[in-house]
């Protein structure tokens, strides 16, 4: 039988073969190739073999002839059959003891594979196929030390990056081409020094001069410094004019052209900049100019221009912005745009685009306004809002080629909407829409809802409609068409052609009935399921056509009979020249296909 976790052989198992057989069903004997091709072959008495995982005992299986394995119990499709084959007795000229030993060929380390040195993993070396980079890791508490009396580093082809000479120098190279030297004084430098200082070390007003080698041209970088004054930094021309002065205060002066003026001047102690001026008044930027003053932003034409305004952690939090491949300027205000000019001049905001669906408000240039929100559940208060205080009178006013065509006003905390003598006001507080002029009288009867030519088509009510005046007789509050399901009293039959009309409490239901399965009993002829239970008020009606009805074979009247507060009719047939009448019952019907036209009329409660 098979189980976990039988403990292995005493063998030395240096190496091991898989092979992996995917089962068909009640397989029993496993050889020749495997699922990757390989050929099975082992040593026998060397193997494991698996199930789906789980390791067989030996009584599990038999082996025969170093290639075959044959299972006591038949397999089930797809199952995975795993064996082992275990290496023994490898040479032991083929390993390196741990005491240590000599190796005569390379020795080769897959990738990510690493040659670890230390107790601790102090130093490694590997290849890292993540990045691409061979790496060597020092990571125990000491240093990585290189020792050599003389240290180059190449490139694999030879050429130099960093020669190191004992008690020498030291050459640093760009492709090969020195251009740095250890001297015993310093460094010898070859081309372009580029360095993040330079210290010039003299007595008194030390000075750097940049110049052309005639010396015609050039400029003086120097400091005016006595024993007891920093005069600050200056930058001079070689005839000694004043570019700039740079003060130990922090002062900066940039001179005009004849070098006897500051034009530009930075006040470091107020943190103020002027242009033309040497004085504040609490300007942080501070522009003076005899003639016109133009201040301008430039960039290129598929660039943008800004200004921002903000915080120094939220620079551009307010920015003015002009756009150059659309031609639009835009402001940002609380870290978005909130509004922009585009290159027409419609000024659009809370929106980068026209179009009455995008959010937001337009006043075009072509003298149209648009106001579009995006509301969600929780949003209160409304697009527009237009306001009057103190005084009732018109809100908006409407006009067409310079007079007046409409107006929205306000009377008593309630709006009317008019044109001329017809509007309506909307009273919240009976919850109506009244007639009224544009100066908000009231006109009774006096405006039409809708034309002869400009008809309605619906009138959608909850309520309902005074016709012809305004008693309670008058209203009519309920009309309704629609179908109703019909039962009968004994067996089953045909019901069809099954509507009803309601006009206020009155209901006209029809109905067709024939086909009755009984035509024996004498069970009365009842029809249910009205649509509509009768109000106390008896249920009346008549059958319009009816045939193969013989009630007791005499003449007779067939008419309809409903007590109140029902929803089921009864039959009854009127005896010709006697004053009686009686239930109709089903052996009064003389075929199965008797049928009956019925129109049922009452009144109802709902």
């Avoid at 081409?177 to 004084?185: D, F, G, P």
């Avoid at 103190?390 to 306000?410: C, E, H, R």
Wanted: hydrophobic share 30%.
């Amino acid at each position: 039988m098979s189980y976990i976790g039988t403990p292995p052989k005493d063998v030395r198992s240096f190496g091991k073969a898989q092979f992996d057989f995917t089962a068909t069903q009640g397989q029993t004997v496993f050889t020749g190739a495997d699922d990757d091709s390989k050929t099975l072959g082992f040593t026998e008495g060397q193997i494991q073999v698996h199930v789906n995982g789980v390791l067989l005992d030996e009584s599990d299986y038999s082996t025969s002839n170093s290639n075959t394995v044959t299972l006591a119990s038949a397999a089930n499709v797809n199952d995975i059959l795993t064996v082992l084959a275990l290496q023994t007795d490898i040479p032991n000229s083929n390993y390196v003891p741990s005491s240590g030993g000599t190796f005569s060929g390379d020795v080769s380390f897959g990738d990510n594979d690493k040659a670890i040195f230390g107790a601790g993993s102090d130093l490694s070396i590997y290849h890292e196929t993540s990045t691409g980079n061979s790496r060597i890791v020092e990571s125990g508490s000491g240093h990585l030390n290189i020792e050599a009396a003389n240290l180059n580093l190449k490139t694999p082809s030879g050429e130099n990056y960093i020669n190191c000479n004992e008690n020498g120098n030291v050459l640093l190279r760009y492709d090969n081409e020195q251009k740095l030297s250890t001297t015993s004084t310093g460094v010898d430098i070859t081309g372009t020094l580029t360095s993040d200082g330079l210290t010039v070390d003299k007595a008194s007003s030390p000075a750097i001069t940049l110049q052309e080698t005639t010396g015609t041209y050039g400029y003086k970088i120097h400091t005016a410094v006595s024993s007891s004054t920093d005069y600050g930094l200056r930058l001079r021309t070689l005839a000694n004019k004043e570019l700039a002065i740079f003060n130990s205060n922090g002062d900066v002066s940039f001179y005009e052209d004849t070098g006897t003026t500051a034009k530009f001047f930075w006040d470091a102690s107020a943190e103020s900049l002027g242009l033309g001026a040497t004085s504040f008044s609490g300007e942080t930027l501070r522009m003076e100019r005899s003639g016109d003053m133009i201040l301008g932003l430039f960039s290129g034409a598929s660039s943008s221009t800004f200004l921002n305004m903000g915080t120094t952690s939220n620079r551009d939090a307010g920015q003015i912005g002009y756009t150059q491949s659309s031609n639009h300027m835009f402001f940002r205000v609380n870290d978005a745009e909130r509004m922009r000019i585009d290159s027409s001049g419609n000024v659009l905001v809370g929106k980068a685009s026209l179009g009455i669906a995008n959010a937001g408000h337009t006043l075009a240039a072509g003298g149209y306004t648009e106001f579009t929100r995006t509301a969600t559940s929780t949003s209160t208060g409304g697009t527009l809002n237009v306001g009057r205080n103190s005084y009732d009178g018109q809100l908006a006013t409407f006009w067409k080629d310079g007079a007046t065509v409409g107006s929205i006003s306000t009377i008593a905390g309630f709006t009317v909407i008019g044109s001329g003598d017809t509007g309506i006001l909307f009273d919240a507080t009976e919850d109506a829409i009244k007639p009224r002029n544009s100066s908000t009288a009231s006109r009774d009867a006096a405006i039409n809802l809708g034309g002869s030519g400009d008809r309605f088509k619906d009138l959608y009510l909850s309520g309902g409609v005074y016709l012809g005046g305004v008693g309670s007789s008058n209203k009519l509050d309920d009309y309704e068409e629609g179908t109703w399901t019909p039962t009968i009293g004994s067996g089953t039959a045909f019901l069809g052609n099954n509507t009803y009309v309601k006009i206020g409490k009155q209901v006209v239901a029809t109905l067709y009935a024939t086909n009755f399965s009984d035509t024996t009993s004498s069970t009365s002829i009842v029809f249910g399921g009205l649509p509509y239970a009768s109000d106390g008020s008896y249920i009346q009606g008549s059958v319009s056509l009816y045939r193969y009805v013989v009630p007791n074979n005499s003449g007779h009247h067939i008419g309809i009979y409903g007590g109140g507060s029902s929803t089921a009719v009864t039959l009854y047939a009127c005896r010709t020249n006697t004053s009686t009448y009686e239930q109709l019952v089903h052996n009064d019907l003389t075929a199965s296909s008797a049928n009956f036209f019925l129109k049922i009329i009452y009144n109802t409660n709902s």
